[in-house]
Structure formats: C-alpha cells, structure tokens
C-alpha cells in the first residue's frame, strides 16, 4: 500500500495569505538546517493511506530563503507548523476532495519586506526553556485544492462572474484564501446541491450533494460563528453595521454599491474585491474595483474605478462607508434603483442625437469643469462634446499646451460573460441545451444611435452613467449635467405677442420665419437643401436705436419657432482682434448653430463689419473674415446694430432682410409697461400685485414720460422696483408684494439723477475738448494758420452751453 507523500504536491501553486498580520521577524540563515534541527526534536505522525484518506487534507509547504519548497508534511486536521510526517517519501494515489495547502517560509532579515513580499503570520513562537530554538516560519500563503471534478462542476455551473480569484485547469481548481468566491455563493451551492441539471445521473447528483456537503461543512467550521455574528450587525433595525474584517462578504463580483460623486449615490457593478498591497500584502485596507457605463470615444463603454477602503476599529454604519451596498441605501434598494433605469432610460435616449432642453441644478465639478448651480437653457449632445468640448475653443488663442498631466490610474478592463454557467460534466456539454445570455451580455461599446440596448436593460439602464455633456448656451461653454435636472423647454407662446413693434415690421419677421419652426423642439440641424450653394443662409440686419426691440426680436423668433438662440458678442468672437483668433472662433460658434439649429445672434456687429480702409490692413482682414463666414454659413444669423453707416457695402449683398428699429413713441413706453406688468403678475402665480394707481403713474406720469425709457430700461425699472417691494413685504410679513407708484417714482428719481450726472459728464469732456481745439490753433497761429473759424467754434460752444 503506497503512502500519500510529498512527490505529487511539491509545487509552487499561487494563493494570498491567510489572517494574522505581525511584524517581519529577523532572517534564519541556513533554512535547510534549521527545518532538520528543529523537525528532528518533534514527534512523527502516521502517513495518510488510501483506504483512510479523509475528504479534507491539511498540507504544509516548507521553502527555504529563496522561496524553493523543500518539505511537505500533510494531515487529516490543520497542522502545527513543526509536525513531522513519518514516511514524506512515499505518496498516496487517491486524493482528496479538497486540500487546505499552507506555504510557509523563514522570515526577513530586514525591517522591510522586498517588493511583493507576502503578508506573515505568527503560528507558533518556540520560546527558550522548552528545549526547542526561539525561531518563527511566517505565513505566505493559504489556499484551497478541489480535487473532486464534481465540486469543481459544480462551481463551474454556479459562477458567472468573478473575475479573480478563482483558477480552473485540467487537474484542479485553485482558490485564495479567505475563499471569497465560495463565501459569495455559500447560498448558491446549497441551493445547486438539491437543484442539479436533468443531464446528472442518480449517481453523479448522490455524489456531487455529498461533495458539495463536505465543502460547505468547511466553510461553517470557518465562518459560520463569525457570519452569524456578522449578520446580526447588518440587520440591525437601527440601521445596518460592519466590521472591517468581514466588510469583504458584502462586496460581491456583479452585484451594485453606490459611491457618493458630488453630492450623489452613483451606482457601480462590483468587479473584484481584495487586500491592498503587492500581492494582497497589506491587510489594513481593501483593494475595491468596480465599474459603470460611460460615454468614451462617442461610444458607450465600461468605465473601471478603484477605491481602497481603510480598515477601522470596531463596527461602523455600513450606509456612512465610501462604497454602500445596494440594499443597505437609506431609501431602499428598490425606490433608488426604479429611480436609476428610468434616468439611464433618458440619458439612452439623449446620447442619440442632440437635444434642445432647460436645465435647473448644480454642474458637475470634475474633469477641469466648473461646478456651481445654473439655471438655463441648454443643447444635450454627447458627439458635440467629442468634437468641439473639452477645450476645443476655450484654449484657441492661448499659449501652446504643456506637457500632459498624468490622469487617474484606472485598472484594466475585465472580461464580461456573455452566456449563462453551465456545469462542465460531459452529460451536460453533451446535453444539447444552449446556454442562455450572461446578465452583462453585450454591455460594452455600443452607439445608441445605431444599437439596441442590451437583453438585461433594466442592469444596463441602472449602472449607465447619469451625467451627460451639454453646451450652456447663455454661458457659450461645454459643461457635464446631471441628468435627473433636466426637463423639456416650455417656449413662451406669448413672446411675440407681448414684442413692441411697428406692426409693419412685425408682421414682415412673423411672414419670414415660419418654415424655421421645429416640432417638439426637437434639436433639427439646419437641412442641407436649406442651402444648396453659398449665399442662401438666412442673414437678418436689425438696426435702430438702443433698446427699440432688436435683440427681443431675436429672442422672440427663438420662441416663436421653439429653436435655440445662440447669442454672442464681440467678447466671445474674440478679445485679441487677431484675425486667426477671430476666424477660428467664428467658425466654431457658426458650426455649432448648424450643428444644433440654432438661430445665431450677434449683437453689435458693426464692431466686425466696420468700412474697410486702404491702410487698416488688419481691419481689411477682420472685414474678409466675416465675408466669407457669412457667404458660407448655412442656417439663420441676426446681426444687430445702432451704427449701420459705419458697415461695409460688400455687407449690403449679404444681408436677406434690413429691418429699421424706429425710436419709441409715447404710446409705445405704455405698451411695453402694461406688456411687463401682465408678465410680471403671470410669472409670480398672483404673487406680485400692481394697483391701479402704479399702472397710471407709469403710463403718465410727467416725471417719468420726461426720462424717456427705452424697452430695456423699463424692463429693468420695473425689476428694481419689484426688488424695493419684496424687501417692503418681507419686513412688514407679508407674502403678496404691493409694487406701487411709491417705487416706481424711486426708480425713476434715481434714473434721473444718473442721467443727469451722465449729462454733465459729456458737458464737461465736449468744453475741455473745444479748449483744446482752441489751445492748439493759438499754437499754430505763428506757423501762418487761419483761425478765422474761432468765432464759430465759440458760437457752437454757447450753444451746447
């Protein structure tokens, strides 16, 4: 009868270290002499034969200094590191169901362990006195050896994803120590080992349930007391709580945690979960590593994070830790996860093509993008992002890039399954049942644009990142949102009716821009037949006064035809005047206005389209510039300005339609307050009141008619005179705010007042101006100059007087 030895399991098998952590010990010289010493003072134990092999095997690995395996000793209960096995030589041909293999080595010399060093353990310390050296083996690692093809079936058919951990070859299935894997579906074998597949046979499910029983008789003599202990702590009524050194059970490969991002639980899918350290060397901290579906490349794809988490004394809240198990969420599993798919439903649904949308929330605060609250309009567009985002004109103009900063490691991608486990016995693959689709099949790279979203959409949906690139357009900038304070623009209907102006030219924009409406307002890039050759955009000149409607006109058609409005100003054409800079930028906001739709406005454009001269070169160039910007540009374009003598003829052939601004009448200041008074009481839901009175004071009161107001200073009289209101009510406690003649005569004295100082400032500057003309023509009445012209200019100067 051959005797179970040490030729078969003389191996350098990888595994992690078991459970206590002590410090490095000082090095043993000559290991091989020391093992003999020590082993030969130590009593002998009968080998494992075949006819009494028991169904778990205890083995210890004995390496020297260089890491060489140079004993084995084995058992049928866990072994004292210094137990020796009387007949090592011989071996055994029957195997266990499984062996616990423990690798044990002499300690370091140093302080500190080389790089990749494993963990130690103290297991049993010889003190002087008992006849035996003071000397220490430290740990370096445990793991479990299925031998029984039945129980490593059986795993094979119950576990879908986990990606380390685990190792399958032909002869045996290789697991780490503290077997994380087997503890995460402790539940899934107990259920497997009375469920088996039709295929098994009588004899194949009899021993594959006993085989089963002695694997999960392990894992109770190990774990039972603590997860009963451990369990208690997590279903506590007064709120679910951890140890640090059984956190790990909770994290398991597949299922959701939620990690808090900017003031949000974000959801994540699990991919594995380890010690920190080389090696899993450092047992003070976890090694998490997780992921979620994000936009990357114009594709949807899985993004990979790594959190650690640092151990902790004690029990700690489990819904206070960096990373929340799904069912331990203070509002339930279920409400947030209801909550998740329908916003990854929308966040689908908005990756697919550009989206015109009101935003009213805070920004997300990474990536180099500012944070803070916005409330606005908006353009949701993921490829946009890709194209003009990130930079792509925020630095046009600015000095070269410098070396790239080194950005966040991220581990590698693991691979997803993408079919069901099936148990691996030749009656099963054999069987001819197909399997079915993994719950992550076909969870990476998709275009929502042109793919189906996967089987398991409601995972999919729930896992699919919820903040979403879009372009401000009142700021003119790229920012990343959060999906769930997004909501569909409702256009102000009334708009146009409530615009003052002369009837004639109203009645010419209403006829003009009705086959530029969108339905649903639904971002509807300018089509190509709009424009089939160069010169058949739609470019509208608005000139008059300040304040007469031109802008408002603009922002009305944006209204009217529930299309964005992309209004720029010389500012975000460019600061630098420089014609490349000027070039690159318009080209950028013009490709952005066909790109979404948008109807563009440029206001004060007479700072761009002034008359070129014969030796302004660099004002010739600019002027080139918007030519041929504009020859080319494919969509709708406001140009507003009160200086249009100062435009180029070349101008004249490229503007479809010139739209005089008369100045404001009389009748035409009441309109336009008695517009904003009905605006004001609609917006505030009754809460503003203007009496009567008011109405009259503003309408015809002297004090105000002799001001004046053009439509923009009414409209910002009004609004400060609300604001004196409101601060009235507040302190009075009452909750209606009572705007009356009292405030609007406020309002107006402190026009007046600024008015007046603006008066006597331009007084002021015209005098010094004329005595300089005069101080100059006194200098040049020596050189023989005429100053015939004196009298008049002092005529002129009384005058103004």
Same mark, same amino acid.
Not at 315 to 318: D, P, S, T
Not at 612 to 631: M, P, Q, T
């Given at each position: 009868m051959e005797l179970y030895g040490t030729d078969d399991f003389n191996n350098e098998t990888s595994s992690t270290a078991s459970f206590e952590d002590v410090g490095l010990r000082p090095r043993v010289d000559n290991a091989s002499s020391l093992f003999n010493d020590l082993t030969a003072k130590v009593p002998g134990k009968r080998a494992l034969l075949d006819e009494d092999m028991p169904d778990i095997v205890f083995t210890v690995q004995y390496c020297n200094g260089a890491g060489r395996v140079i004993e084995t000793r084995r058992g049928g209960e866990p072994l004292d590191i210094l137990?020796?096995?009387?007949?090592?030589?011989?071996?055994?041909k029957k195997k266990p169901i499984i062996e616990i293999v423990t690798r044990v080595s002499p300690p370091y010399r140093h302080s500190g362990a080389p790089p990749g060093a494993p963990r130690q353990y103290e297991f049993d310390s010889f003190q002087e006195g008992t006849g035996y050296e003071a000397k220490l083996y430290r740990t370096e690692r445990i793991e479990m050896l299925i031998h029984s093809r039945y129980l490593k079936a059986a795993l094979e058919a119950i576990v879908c994803y986990y990606p380390s951990g685990i190792g399958f070859n032909e002869d045996q299935m290789a697991i780490e120590a503290p077997y994380r894997v087997l503890v995460h579906h402790w539940k899934a074998l107990e259920l497997y080992r009375t469920d088996q597949p039709s295929s098994h046979d009588t004899e194949c499910k009899e021993i594959t349930s006993n085989h089963i029983d002695v694997l999960l008789s392990f894992l109770k003599r190990t774990y039972a007391e603590q997860l009963t202990v451990e369990s208690a702590r997590w279903n506590n009524p007064l709120g679910g709580t951890t140890s640090?050194?059984?956190?790990?059970?909770?994290?398991?490969?597949?299922?959701?945690?939620?990690?808090?991002?900017?003031?949000?639980m974000v959801p994540f899918v699990i991919s594995s979960v380890s010690s920190a350290g080389l090696n899993g060397s450092d047992p003070s901290s976890y090694l998490v590593n997780f992921w979620n579906v994000k936009l990357l490349n114009n594709r949807l794809q899985r993004h990979m994070n790594t959190r650690y988490i640092y151990s902790w004394k004690g029990?700690?809240?489990?819904g206070a830790l960096p990373l929340v198990p799904a069912r331990f969420l203070p509002g339930g599993a279920n409400s947030m996860a209801e909550k998740q798919v329908k916003l990854g439903k929308l966040y689908w649904e908005l990756a697919k093509q550009p989206a015109y949308r009101e935003y009213d929330g805070t920004l997300v605060n990474k990536d180099g993008n500012?944070?803070?609250?916005?409330?606005?309009?908006?353009?949701?567009?993921?490829?946009g992002w890709e194209r003009y985002g990130d930079g792509a004109h925020g630095k046009m103009g600015s000095q070269p890039p410098g070396p790239p900063r080194p950005g966040p490691q991220h581990p590698r991608k693991d691979s997803l399954p993408q079919v069901q486990p099936r148990c691996s016995c030749k009656a099963c693959r054999e069987s001819g049942l197909g399997q079915a689709p993994s719950p992550f099949a076909r969870f990476d790279n998709l275009d929502p644009k042109t793919d189906n979203p996967p089987e398991n959409g409601e995972l999919y949906y729930h896992v699919l990142d919820k903040t979403i690139p879009a372009f401000i357009l009142g700021e003119r900038r790229w920012a990343l949102l959060k999906v769930e304070f997004l909501k569909d623009v409702r256009p102000d209907k009334d708009a146009f009716k409530y615009l003052v102006l002369d009837s004639e030219v109203k009645l010419t924009v209403k006829a003009l821009i009705g086959k530029l409406a969108t339905s649903n307002g639904k971002v509807s890039p300018w089509p190509s037949d709009f424009v089939k050759n160069k010169g058949e955009g739609r470019i509208f000149l608005l000139h008059g006064s300040p304040g007469v409607g031109k802008t408002c006109t603009a922002e009305c058609v944006a209204e009217l035809t529930h299309r964005p409005l992309l209004a720029l100003t010389s500012g975000d054409i460019s600061t630098s005047m420089s014609a490349a800079s000027v070039e690159r930028s318009l080209n950028y906001f013009l490709g952005l206005g066909e790109r979404f739709g948008a109807l563009i406005l440029l206001d004060e454009a007479d700072v761009? #389209? $002034?008359?070129? *001269?014969?030796?302004?070169?660099?004002?010739?160039?600019?002027?080139?510039?918007?030519?041929?910007? #504009? $020859?080319?540009? *494919?969509?709708v374009l406001f140009l507003t300005t009160n200086r249009v003598e100062a435009f180029d003829s070349a101008f004249t052939s490229r503007i479809h339609v010139a739209l005089h601004y008369r100045r404001l009448s009389d009748d035409d200041r009441q309109r336009i307050w008695m517009h904003n008074f009905e605006r004001l009481e609609r917006d505030s839901a009754g809460k503003c009141y203007i009496p009567q009175n008011a109405r009259e004071f503003a309408f015809a009161s002297a004090e105000v008619r002799a001001l004046r107001w053009n439509g923009r200073e009414i409209r910002n009289a009004l609004q400060t005179a609300v604001a004196l209101a409101e601060t009235e009510a507040m302190d009075d406690g009452v909750e209606t705010v009572t705007v009356t003649d009292k405030h609007i005569r406020s309002v107006a004295k402190m026009s007046s007042g600024f008015k007046e100082y603006l008066r006597r400032k331009r007084i002021t500057k015209r005098v010094a101006g004329q005595m300089q003309g005069h101080h100059d023509k006194e200098e040049q009445d020596g050189d023989g100059v005429d100053d015939s012209n004196d009298d008049e200019d002092s005529v002129c100067l009384s005058e103004t007087e």
């Open positions: 137990t020796v096995d009387a007949n090592e030589g011989k071996s055994a640090f050194d059984l956190f790990w059970v909770l994290l398991k490969p597949g299922e959701i945690v939620y990690q808090d991002e900017d003031g949000q029990e700690r809240a489990i500012r944070g803070g609250n916005m409330t606005g309009r908006v353009i949701v567009d993921c490829e761009y #389209l $002034e008359e070129r *001269r014969v030796r302004d070169l660099r004002r010739n160039g600019l002027v080139s510039i918007f030519l041929r910007a #504009l $020859e080319y540009y *494919r969509g």
